[in-house]
């Protein structure tokens, strides 16, 4: 009988596991929507997804910013705050001293803090992407 249920059990879960990782993506998306230029700066919106199963308190990332000659402008910290597992959050940086027909290139350089989930996890999830032609996201 012990034998029985076990081989049961073992043939469940090898029938629900796949089922199960192909309806949880694992993604955290942010794309950057649009560049508008502000006084004295350079306003970036990102759309962010939370496709991962972990409710995010706090994200923060260490982003640096390239010219269209591949230069480094800048360094920076994006604050995205919270990020709901299966939400969709919209957040805008004004980023001072940048001209936006300069900015190249945005490189999601690591994760520096991810609480409420793993930060090795969060940098592993992340999916960056960009919806403004001429500007690459990369990370």
């Known amino acids: 009988m012990v034998t029985r249920l076990s081989g049961a ?4 879960a090898i029938a629900a596991g796949p089922v199960q990782a192909q309806n ?4 955290l998306q942010i794309s950057l929507n649009t560049v508008e230029a502000q006084p004295e700066a350079c306003r970036l919106t990102f759309v962010a997804d939370n496709e ?4 995010i308190t706090r994200l923060v ?10 230069q480094v402008a800048q ?4 604050d995205f705050a919270a990020l709901p597992q299966g939400r969709q ?9 940048l001209a936006c027909d300069d900015l190249g290139q945005v490189l999601l350089n690591g994760v520096s ?27």
Do not use: M, N, Y
């Open 61 to 70: 990332i260490e982003a640096v910013l390239f010219t269209k000659a591949g």
């Open 9 to 12: 059990a073992v043939a469940f």
């Open 52 to 55: 991962t199963t972990t409710d």
């Open 75 to 78: 360094f920076t910290l994006f």
């Open 89 to 97: 959050r919209v957040r805008q940086f004004d980023v001072a001293g």
């Open 24 to 27: 949880v993506p694992q993604d």
């Open 113 to 139: 803090a991810c609480d409420g989930a793993d930060p090795q996890a969060c940098a592993a999830a992340l999916t960056p992407g960009s919806r403004v032609d001429g500007v690459e996201v990369a990370g």
